[in-house]
Nanobody, 124 residues
Framework: QVQLQESGGGLVQAGGSLRLSCAAS????????MGWFRQAPGKEREFVAG????????YYNNSVKGRFTLSRDSAKNTAYLQMNSVRPEDTAVYYC?????????????????WGQGTQVTVSS
């Protein structure tokens, strides 16, 4: 089992930046992966970005590619989602998720562990 704790959400103006963090409760190693999802009111939860813990390979939803960057600090068991050039359509609750497998996973059912979510609001 692993618990995930997100932090870093808040209110930001369009064009600004925000960094979200997701800390895992136990030591992480190669056969592990993390992802970020988001859910806006009235919409389904969608994949944002993912990272494979072993080689730090990342992959993104096309809507955030070039603006968001996902990274990890293995020593701190923490992943970071750097959000730049944010837009009003990025407004959502952002959820951190994790799985005990190391491959590219885009669907919610592929993740075993979830955080409580953190609100990101982008004003125009």
């Amino acid at each position: 089992q692993v618990q995930l704790q997100e932090s870093g959400g808040g209110l930001v103006q369009a064009g600004g930046s925000l960094r979200l963090s997701c800390a895992a409760s136990r030591r992480t190693w190669g056969n592990f992966g993390m992802g970020w999802f988001r859910q806006a009111p009235g919409k389904e939860r969608e994949f944002v970005a993912g990272i494979n813990w072993g080689d730090a390979a990342t992959y993104y939803n096309n809507s955030v590619k070039g603006r968001f960057t996902l990274s990890r600090d293995s020593a701190k068991n923490t992943a970071y989602l750097q959000m730049n050039s944010v837009r009003p359509e990025d407004t959502a609750v952002y959820y951190c998720a994790a799985r005990d497998r190391d491959y590219r996973a885009h669907a919610t059912h592929e993740y075993e562990y979830w955080g409580q979510g953190t609100q990101v609001t982008v004003s125009s």
